[in-house]
């Protein structure tokens, strides 16, 4: 298939390929559930580790692991509070990107439900 240029369409740039290859760095993080459930949950408020580990019903351990990976990555800040160590996910576009997801699943979902019941 080929895409075909009209007049009010401007020929797009070619990306250059290691900003493809971040971009997709970043989807290959999206891509393991945990991680996708962690980035959830921050995108509606910060939390510690062990609240994240019992909402995403892994161990602190798991849930640390999985949090190191997204920090590293700079999708993820921490903050240390005394004992806890608190995230945050403070990149509106990574928010953004997540809830879009998660939202357009759900909305799929409650399609796919009226369908099956005859609506």
Do not use: C, N
Not at 1 to 26: F, G, H, I, K, R
Not at 70 to 87: D, F, H, I, N, S
Request: aromatic content about 2%.
């Amino acid at each position: 298939m080929s895409v075909v240029s009209t007049p009010s369409q401007t020929p797009l740039e070619p990306l250059p390929a290691d900003l493809l290859q971040d971009a997709a760095a970043t989807f290959g993080l999206l891509s393991a559930t945990v991680r996708l459930h962690l980035l959830w949950l921050l995108s509606h408020g910060e939390r510690d580790v062990g609240t994240l580990a019992e909402e995403t019903g892994q161990t602190v351990p798991t849930a640390s692991h999985h949090l190191g990976k997204l920090k590293l990555a700079g999708l993820v800040r921490a903050r240390r509070e005394g004992k806890r160590q608190v995230y945050v996910l403070d990149d509106p576009h990574v928010r953004h990107i997540v809830q879009l997801a998660v939202q357009h699943h759900q909305e799929l979902s409650g399609e796919a439900g009226r369908r099956s019941r005859g609506a």
